[in-house]
């Protein structure tokens, strides 16, 4: 049994549930009263973000910042790095050069797993692939802890593209450690029926399950899901899975709905859902800066982990 | 040049022999079979607690040679056969150039000749270049050497070419090998579609992209009336398929492979490429129809697709390493792992009778006058170390795990290639 935090974050699974609700109760700590700018300080973190990223790479540079991280930031573009030089390679000469924390997306499932088995030091995973995004997740949970102080008995819809979403099996990862029950919507395309290998609930009817959860989480539907075939016209998917407005009126009063963002209006969810007094996506990035600074926090220095 | 194989158990299921007797071997064929024959100036392979069968023979490797001797080359090869009791193998077309000419397939013969190591039986490409359009050169192929037609690695995407391929060949014995993944199905996956797949956010291969393919094969074998082969089967359902064409007349053989009897496609979650194989790993409900296949005699063959790649390539993101490993050196002892149930003589069907039939080769006997070919194997436990692979390629999902039949010797030719875990090249093994 490991006694000391984990050295790396690739899923939210690396937290142990008590470690997961202590970076929680940190950021909410941060979120209160910003700390000293001391805590990482003198630490390079290393931004390594080699998809584009706006909200994520803003978020965790400013959360860096917030500790007191030397901060570098840099896309890889067309660098050696994940090309012709092997991961072991690109591992050893940023710790030789001083890196101490990398963050890390990466377009392919597994890059910040493979990052971690070759760095000596922490990796932070800010997507990838369609693999994981802990820090949205961990986000969301503190989102979602926010507005109902508790997590067990809480019942979550994820609506939309599973199958390629990195942020749903991050939240289905830690929302099931933290006993929330989790209902999933989509068209067997986007959503297998052998996903979860028979342990999550799969819904196709949307209608039949927004009345029943605290929670809706609205999945971003992409373009080349329909050129690529696994979506008909957008008509047809928005007819039996987009959030509109006839749709929040079989939303619970004290429900909410959240968003990963980017979002496409007019596609899973339409503009009356984003004025809606329920959308909570404006708290999730805002959440978002403070999770990033606890879990930079735990990483290299450690914290009290909570009894379950 | 006489060698006299002593002591050990003979089991040859063609002869009908399952008995200690020793195997002499002269001028290269089987020249006595009997009890305590005495050397006499032969030289003797010590043979006490082995089984002494016909040559294996692999139908499935991948020699790399010519175009990508860095992974492989027909010597190390070879030596990597030998090593792992084959005295054969059945090399697939897809080098570079392909082996659709036949002088590649005699330069390939000529360099396997030099090796002086196993006997090499090229597979001729069904499509030049294997690019899936216009019809390789089969009777000049066959001339040249060929035992069998395979587009391995990637199958014939349009129906027409592989139907107008059969035809043309349908005069010649030589099977058609058909590797079967549709391609669309399988898109851009790096394992198997499955629970796990999906739990690890990685592209998937279903099964069906290969149950359609054999499907069509199939259809088209009994279309043209050719001999086919289905290699390396990996699901129920193209077992099925298989079981449904014989009972249509249909004249289809097939192999299945150590790690797809062994291993299944739970061995992603460090997203390393080391397991990484086409076709893919698959669920248990597959690997366990695949070991009851073999047992109820659905399958003919057992064979490798001995895949050796740089460990370098190996080491890349696993959209971006390539597939397989290699198998020669592992394949007894791993098929003995997945069917400890499997009786001496169905080993040796399978290893030996079988690929020799399908193949139309010498072999698969050692009845007197027949090829002084001979495999001896014991059951004695030993644990992977890819490191000391005769192969280039030192990559394997099996390294590190104790298998419980290996290699003793092997004769090819009715010179000692291999023993006392050494290979000895026949030039070498004569002087």
Sequence with gaps: ?308 | MKTLVKGGRLVDPVAGIDANLDVLVENGFVGRIGEHIEPDGARVVDARGCIVAPGFIDMHVHLREPGQTHKETIATGTAAAVAGGFTAVACMPNTEPALDSAAIVSEVMRRADAAGLARVYPVGAITRGRAGTELAPYHLLAQAGCVAFSDDGSTPRDARVLRNAARYASDLGCAFISHCEDPDLKGDAVMNEGAASMRLGLAGSPGLAEDVVVARDLLIAADCEKVWHIAHVTTATSLDLIRWARTRGVRVSCEVTPHHLVFLDDRFDDYRAESKVNPPLRGAHDRDALRAAVLDGTVDALATDHAPHGLDEKAQLLSAAPVGFGGLEIAIGAYAFALPQLAPARFVELLSVNPARILGVPGGTLGVGSPGDVSVFADRPWTVDARLFHSKGKNTPFDGLTLPRRAVATVVDGAVVFEHGRVLPRQEAVA
């Design chain 1, 1 to 308: 049994m490991r006694t000391v935090p984990p050295r790396s974050l690739l899923d939210v699974d690396d937290l142990r549930p008590g470690e997961l609700v202590g970076v929680l109760d940190r950021a909410v700590a941060f979120r209160d009263a910003l700390p000293a700018r001391d805590l990482l300080a003198g630490i390079p973190v290393l931004n390594l973000f080699f998809e584009a990223s706006t909200r994520t790479a803003t978020s965790f540079t400013l959360a860096e910042q917030r500790v007191g991280a030397d901060v570098i930031t840099f896309a890889p573009g067309a660098s050696s790095l994940g090309k012709g030089e092997t991961i072991a390679d690109t591992a050893l000469t940023l710790h030789g050069i001083g890196v101490r924390v990398i963050v890390v997306r990466h377009y392919e499932s597994g890059f910040a797993r493979r990052l971690a088995d070759a760095f000596e030091g922490h990796v932070v995973n800010a997507g990838d692939g369609t693999h994981a995004h802990p820090t949205q997740a961990l986000l969301d949970l503190m989102t979602l802890r926010q507005e109902f102080g508790r997590f067990d008995g809480l019942h979550v819809a994820i609506v939309g593209d599973i199958l390629h979403s990195r942020v749903a099996r991050s939240n289905i990862v830690g929302m099931r450690a933290l006993g929330i029950e989790v209902t999933l919507v989509g068209p067997p395309t986007l959503l297998p029926p052998d996903f979860g290998a028979g342990e999550l609930r799969i819904e196709r009817d949307l209608d039949a399950v927004l009345p029943h959860v605290d929670a809706v989480m609205m999945l971003r539907i992409q373009g080349e899901r329909i050129a690529s075939g696994l979506l008909p016209a957008l008509d047809d998917y928005t007819q039996r899975y987009q959030l509109n407005r006839s749709r929040l009126r079989a939303l619970r009063d004290a429900a909410v709905i959240l968003h990963p963002g980017p979002y496409n209006r007019g596609v899973e969810l339409t503009d009356d859902v984003l004025d809606d007094p329920r959308s909570r996506y404006v708290a999730q990035v805002h959440n978002g800066v403070f999770v990033r600074m606890a879990v930079l926090d735990l990483l290299v220095n450690g914290a009290p982990v909570v009894a379950v």
